[in-house]
């Protein structure tokens, strides 16, 4: 397993840094428009939140082109490379399209979710503008899985990096109006993010469409691009639909704990928008190491070296778990530093404190349940770890948040314990079946059946439902 430590950190470096560049725009628009005040940042919480379940939901999709273009590439099979770039960068246009016409219904929706009337009003606009980036993001998705399934991460990092130093200019200028920008106040931040996504869009592009040394991989006829091929089309929706209703299941939680957590007032609300926007960081960076387990599980998989896909899915566990245990050691320790740079208020940085400190809690969890979700994706197993975050979180998680926070009055922290518990279960489980499929003489998820697959049913009896 040693061997597969080294690939697998160069892979997942440039991964991690590129899917910090998503987490960072969110990051970068509450830290200054933290310090317009409590409302404003109030608003861009409840504007995150929302946007966030289409986010995700069209970031599993374009996800799923990843273990295809992984098994693809190490079969040596570059027709079908040029078959899946076609159709994952049509899949993602069609997605996107969709996903900023629904976000311009998000709106409807903002006065009825127990919020007050001020922040509804600040977040409305927000959300409709940031709904359209959603377009220009997918396109840039759709090129960028297709790269990182053959393991080319730098270019997408390059790229991240670039757009999130550009996204945090023009969040300055145009928040506070410096640089002769106009002070827009909270709708600044809302531009910089659409600038900043149909740059990143523009620029992965161009990379793949024009490097020379993607030519034998890609469709080298221009007609071809617009004859996508159906199977491409529905494959990756196959695999990428339920990776992303697992990922939106995942966010909408923590949307949900955000709106329940508003009921209490504005400064329980402004604290955990402090410690989820913290705590997303470091998530994000270990879905690095989740990517990076996709592309080396799918690659070796599909040229046959099963034992090594096993060793590499156990490589990037272990890499996550060193991870994310210094990172929760690290928030222990910085607690009490970090929330003043979001906003000064002692009562929203006491309350912020005492959530980093539970976030810290369930760091290794997050990191081993995101990691286990990407070497299962390596296997193209998606459906049960689907439903797994299902029950997880909406069965378990939120019900048991809500007794905690409301029924023993434990307030925002006992929310906070509730998602540490739905975190920690979907974390055993999905090890548990990794090691399964993986295991010698496992024909993986396909060879499933209801009446041989005693496993599942242990899986699902561990979350207290019948295995279905």
Known sequence: MKSHLRPTILLAYPVVLSQLG?????????VLVGHLGKLPLDAVGMGVSTTSLLLVLGLGISM?????????????DDEALGRLLVGTVWVNMLVGTLLAALSQLLPLALPHLGQSAEVVALATPWVRLVGLSLL??????????????????RQAMQLSIAANVLNALLCYAL???????????????AWATLISRLGMALLMAQFVLRNRELGPKRPAVAA?????????????????????????LEVGAFSLSFLMIGWLGTTPQAAHQIAINVASVTYMAATGIAAAATIRVGNLRGSGD????????????????????AMGLLLVAFR????????????????????LAIAAAFQVSDGLQVVGLGALRGLEDVKIPSVVALLAYWALALPLGYGLGFGLKLGAPGVWLGLLTGLTVVAGVLLRRFRRLSAPGSAGPAAETPAEDFAHAEEMAILGQPAG
Request: glycine share 16%; aromatic share 12%; charged share 10%.
């Open 136 to 153: 220009p993001l997918m396109v840039f998705q759709g090129f960028r899985e297709w790269a990182e399934g053959l393991g080319l991460t």
């Open 64 to 76: 799923g082109a990843v273990p295809r273009v992984a098994a693809a590439n190490g079969r040596g």
């Open 175 to 189: 928040i506070f109006g410096h640089f002769g920008a106009p002070k827009m106040g909270l709708m600044g931040s």
């Open 336 to 355: 009490h530093f970090i929330p003043p740079f979001y906003n000064t208020d002692p009562a929203v940085v006491a309350q912020a404190a005492t959530l």
């Open 306 to 325: 099963l034992v090594g896909a096993r060793q590499a899915g156990f490589a990037a566990y272990w890499l996550a778990f060193g991870f994310m245990s």
């Open 224 to 248: 071809a691009w617009l004859r996508p091929g159906l199977a491409e089309l529905r494959g990756q929706l196959a695999l990428g639909l339920p990776i992303g209703m697992q990922m939106m």
């Open 22 to 30: 998503h987490i960072l725009v969110g990051v970068t628009d509450s």
